[in-house]
């Protein structure tokens, strides 16, 4: 191959990789001006403006003020909204009241309604609640206005459901689905969500039973911008993370899509969650599902979307949805192997294919999966030894994480090519039997064990192909062996950014050895490169080049502050106080109220409070012992009844507080209840660290306990009463943060917290 033309391809491959980024979102243009009958992202955005102006949490001023908002507009366009409250502690815990907004329109028919659903109560304590979940919220608003400007009867009921507490542990969905009266006519929900504040809007089916009729569905709808394969809700079921939509799933049996982006994947529950920060064409992508899909859905029988039947599915540009049958799995598989055999049988009767050199193709494979997948392993590890302040971004994706893929893809693909470089001499024919037999043998055990990624066998056609092309052909066409690799770079170039945006800088290695795989599904190309070192030499340049620019923006400024934190901690019974952070590299903001003294927490001091990963104090200092009124506790009863113990009491605030957390420490209980809710005794012997409840308190509630456990066990509970006023909490001096600094996100934080214990012996 002359060099002008790899150097063409090798271009043409990077321009048709970024295309198919720019290709899965609708492009953004200012849109306010359309006609009232359509979807105006612009009309979307004034909505989340006005959603997240303050934090607004469950028990936060602004949280009620948003509530009124979106009751004003549902009467705005002709709607009865109606209010659902009460308490629910939902599967992990977490107790709070949730008051639901709904609203219905009603259809021409009787039959199943459609469940345009989304939350409007931001994550606790500072999160502005834009992305998350503000745009879906906004989204179904202006989509609802837009349907009904449109003035088209349809023949199901509509019903438009904002939860509350979504973010302390699905409770509004809980409330709604276990004893609102309009589940029982619920048959679909599309549900709108963030985990970031822009990129594409990934669609995730949710259903017990097999997903083939919701992907037909889904089709015939045809949005015109999918972003779906059956990879992603195969892992995504595999992670602890669930959406109101998991409920309806759980509970009733109700299925529906999820459409959630998460990319910018650092504003998720924290300060910068902002309409400013939000990407409007994300915001445009979440309104050009809802469309095409209310429109079909509002007249679909959506009684009939159950299936046994499963089928893959994924999105490629120019085709969007592409899906079949899982009964197509394995005979592709048995296709693609009477392929390769039969590839394999020609080359070697012909005497094209060399045993030695065969056997030698492997070692270049072997050599570029280990490099490959150790700098993918360690890259995490290593930019926190570099950079110890990464490990305060709880999320695990930093501000430049975009320039860390881009350079560890570049490192992969330098050192795929230098691993052939070694093998320069041995024949592309023969070199190209062991990726071929590795990719296929890959795509057979994903096939097996996670049949959901078994589309990764589609690029691999092309791979046999160029493969049988090379074998045949002395002078093959280099453009028709590109064009036999589009496929490759379309269904995997997605991941190679998708996996560490949405799973955390630690899953680079996802993005080296997808780069491994293109790089072998594209091998009958770039196999063919005369200056493989040079191009080997290219990677490791722009890895350079890429690593420069990241250690230029891993500082922190206004646009990327730094998440900090600060607590003041008091145990009531030893009347002792000191301050506290989760920092693992304070803040100077934070060293002012730490000190030098500070240091690592003894084992009891807040060693049981619960966080989102588990996080834990980093350092602790003595503190001013202030004079906060502690919370009036009163056993109510404590009687026993045939051998067990039953003690009633109640905990009362006598401050504005925001949360309480009760631990049981290794008491076993038979039986519990929080302010009448009762704790599945699945979630009492399943509990981690001992904890009973987390009470999210509203309106300064008082929390009622009920335990039950056996007579002669001694009982422990440990009380941590916290409130987030610190900065504003007049017996304290706290300044506001410097602008490069932002409250850390998934814990207690800006808290003034107290400490009590009550033994029951």
């Known amino acids: 191959m002359k060099p002008t033309v790899s150097v063409l391809t090798f271009l043409g491959f990077l321009g048709l990789s970024y295309w198919a980024f720019l290709a899965a979102t609708p492009p953004y243009t200012p849109d306010s001006g359309l006609p009232e009958s359509e979807f105006s992202t612009d009309r979307a955005m004034e909505h989340v403006k006005s959603i997240s102006t303050r934090p607004h949490g469950v028990g936060f001023p602004a949280h009620s003020e948003v509530r009124r908002y979106l009751v004003e507009q549902l009467k705005a366009m002709g709607l009865e909204p109606q209010i659902q409250s009460g308490y629910t502690a939902g599967d992990w815990g977490n107790l709070s009241k949730a008051v639901n907004i709904l609203a219905r329109i009603p259809g021409t028919k009787r039959g199943k309604a459609l469940v345009l659903l989304s939350h409007y109560d931001s994550s606790p304590h500072s999160s502005f609640g834009a992305s998350d979940a503000g745009s879906g919220v906004a989204t179904i608003l202006e989509g609802v206005r837009a349907s009904l400007a449109r003035g088209k009867a349809h023949q199901n009921d509509i019903i438009i459901l904002f939860t509350d507490a979504e973010e302390l542990g699905l ?113 445009a992508h979440q309104g050009s599902y809802l469309m095409p899909l209310l429109a079909y859905f509002a007249e679909a029988d959506l009684s009939a979307l159950k299936s046994l039947d499963d089928r893959i599915y994924f999105n490629v540009p120019l085709f969007g949805q592409v899906s079949y049958p899982f009964e197509w799995i394995w005979p592709l598989m048995a296709l693609a192997g009477v392929l390769f055999l039969s590839i394999l049988g020609y ?52 501000y430049n994480g975009h320039l860390y893929i881009a350079a560890w893809s570049a490192l992969a693909l330098g050192l795929c090519f230098w691993a052939y470089s070694l093998f320069q001499k041995i024949a592309l024919r023969d070199l190209l039997v062991a990726p071929t037999l590795f990719v296929l043998l890959l795509c057979a055990g994903l096939s097996a064990y996670l049949p959901g990624a078994a589309f990764f066998l589609i690029p691999a056609f092309g791979l046999l192909l160029g493969w049988m092309i090379v074998l045949s052909q002395d002078y093959p066409n ?54 493989k070192r040079k191009f080997a030499l290219a990677g490791g340049v722009a890895f350079l080049a890429l690593m420069l620019g990241a250690h230029i923006k891993s500082g922190f400024a206004q646009d990327t502050p730094k998440p900090t934190s600060l607590l003041y901690v008091k145990d009531l019974d030893r009347d002792t106080a000191h301050w506290a952070t989760y920092e693992k590299v304070p803040s100077p903001w934070t060293l002012a109220f730490l000190g030098s003294a500070a240091g690592p927490p003894d084992p009891g001091q807040a060693g049981t409070l619960s966080s989102k990963y588990g996080t834990g104090f980093s350092f602790v200092s003595q503190a001013p012992v202030k004079a906060i009124p502690a ?131």
């Open 347 to 398: 080359g070697f009767r012909s005497g094209k294919l060399r045993l030695k050199g065969v056997a030698a193709g492997f070692a270049p494979l072997g050599l570029l999966l280990a490099l490959n997948g150790l700098a993918g392993y360690f890259a995490w590890p290593l930019l926190k030894a570099l950079y110890p302040a990464y490990a305060d971004m709880l999320h695990g994706f930093t």
């Open 478 to 531: 280099p453009y028709l062996l590109a064009f036999l690799g589009l496929p490759a770079l379309w269904v995997f170039a997605p991941f190679v950014q998708m996996l560490p945006v949405g799973l955390g800088l630690k899953m680079m290695v996802g993005s080296t050895i997808m780069c491994s795989l293109i790089f072998l599904l594209l091998l009958p190309t770039l196999g063919a490169y005369p200056k």
């Open 631 to 761: 919370p009036e506790i009163t056993v109510l009863s404590d009687t026993l009844l045939g051998g067990q113990r039953v003690i009633d009491l109640r905990i009362e605030p006598r401050r504005d507080v925001n949360r309480l957390e009760v631990f049981t420490g290794n008491t076993p209980l038979t039986a519990a209840a929080v302010n009448g809710i009762a704790l599945s005794e699945f979630y009492l012997n399943n509990r981690r660290g001992g904890k009973l409840v987390t009470h999210y308190i509203s309106d300064n509630d008082p929390t009622e306990l009920r335990l039950e456990f056996p007579a002669g066990e001694p009982l422990e509970l440990t009380l941590y009463e916290g409130s987030n006023n610190l900065l504003e909490n007049p017996l304290f001096t706290v300044p506001p943060r410097p602008a490069e600094n932002i409250p850390m996100p998934f814990v207690l934080n800006d808290a003034v917290l107290l400490i009590k214990k009550l033994r029951f012996d």
């Open 171 to 283: 409770n509004g969905a809980d409330l709604f689905v276990n004893q609102h009266p309009w589940t029982r006519d619920a048959g679909l929900v599309l549900n709108f969500e963030a985990r970031g504040s822009g990129g594409a809007s990934y669609m995730l089916i949710e259903t017990n039973r097999g997903n083939a009729k919701l992907i037909e569905a889904f089709s015939e709808a045809d949005p015109p911008y999918p972003v779906a394969n059956s990879l992603a809700y195969s892992i995504y079921k595999m992670l602890p993370n669930d959406t109101d939509l998991t409920v309806f799933r759980e509970d009733a049996d109700i299925e529906g899509f999820n459409f959630a982006f998460i990319d910018d994947h650092y504003d998720y529950h924290t300060a910068l969650d902002r309409a400013d920060r939000l990407d409007p064409g994300t915001l």
